[in-house]
């Protein structure tokens, strides 16, 4: 087959738009990736630089409590500008702070009551009860906004409702939990404790069958060497046994109660024979 110049031009001119058309494609995904990576690198870069104002209810020594706002972001927080209030009652904090750092954390006594119409303390609120009673009759909640800029520039505004009561339910609930969790442990560890004693009681007991074993061991020991040479002294006894004189005493005196040995010493104490003391079975004449 002849192929004429216009069919070959038409050919490379098919070629090129397919070679055209796929470094478009590739192209195209390239930047796609690219503009991808390029924004969860800045999406990483911001929360880095990101401060996050919380407000919380924060527990002090001899059940006082006070509003907070904690920097639990990453970033510092710049420029900031926060106001709380409670719901029903007249008094808005304001406050202000060229910085807090990450983890930095400001407390505050929550006011209820504008400044001009109280003296000192007055219309503050510290101590558990004084929450509780003076919260009966309303819906207990804290109002909170802030606002800062990161360490880019951005601007970040933050707001949040806080149950004061239900802050201080949750925590005596987690401490009496604690407590709870307390007394188990000690629970737990003196049931340790009583089976330990359980254990040593058990290992003496074993320990006590394993000793009267071993005595009736010995005891027959001493009784076969006894009756095979009908005479034999404590001196003897000794050296065939490999025992101490005291462990001797023990065997002979129960051998001795059970009228199957004699013992001819001059000494006479049946608990402490002497070395020149002589057993025999008893029976059998001494010499």
């Not at 087959?1 to 058309?21: K, P």
């Not at 071993?214 to 050296?239: F, N, Y």
Request: charge should be negative; include cysteine; glycine fraction near 6%.
């Amino acid at each position: 087959m002849v192929v004429t110049t216009a069919q070959a031009q038409i050919a490379i001119s098919l070629a090129s738009v397919v070679v055209a058309g796929v470094l478009a494609y590739v192209t195209y995904q390239y930047y796609t990736e690219t503009k991808q990576h390029t924004a969860e690198m800045r999406k990483n870069r911001e929360a880095e630089f990101r401060p996050v104002l919380k407000g919380a209810i924060v527990y002090k020594p001899v059940s006082y409590y006070d509003f907070a706002i904690v920097n639990t972001g990453k970033g510092a927080a710049h420029d900031v500008e926060a106001e709380w209030q409670m719901n029903d009652y007249p008094h808005t904090s304001t406050w202000s702070i060229p910085h807090i750092a990450p983890e930095k954390q400001h407390n505050f006594a929550v006011r209820i009551e504008d400044d001009e119409e109280t003296e000192g303390n007055e219309g503050m609120l510290h101590a558990e009860q004084e929450f509780r009673d003076e919260l009966a009759d309303s819906d207990g909640i804290l109002h909170y906004e802030a606002t800062c800029e990161d360490a880019l520039g951005n601007t970040h505004e933050f707001q949040e409702d806080i149950d004061i009561i239900g802050a201080i339910d949750g925590r005596v609930a987690g401490a009496m939990e604690w407590q709870q969790k307390d007394e188990l442990e000690q629970i737990r560890r003196e049931l340790e404790d009583i089976g330990d004693a359980v254990e040593d009681v058990e290992s003496a007991v074993e320990m006590s069958g394993n000793d009267s074993l071993i005595r009736g061991e010995l005891t027959q020991q001493v009784r076969d060497i006894v009756e095979s040479r009908s005479e034999v002294s404590l001196q003897e006894l000794r050296k065939l046994t490999g025992f101490s004189r005291m462990d001797l005493a023990g065997v002979l005196r129960r051998l001795e109660e059970a009228d199957e040995v004699a013992i001819d010493s001059e000494v006479g104490r049946l608990s402490l024979p002497n070395a020149e003391a002589t057993i025999r079975v008893e029976g059998e004449p001494s010499d």
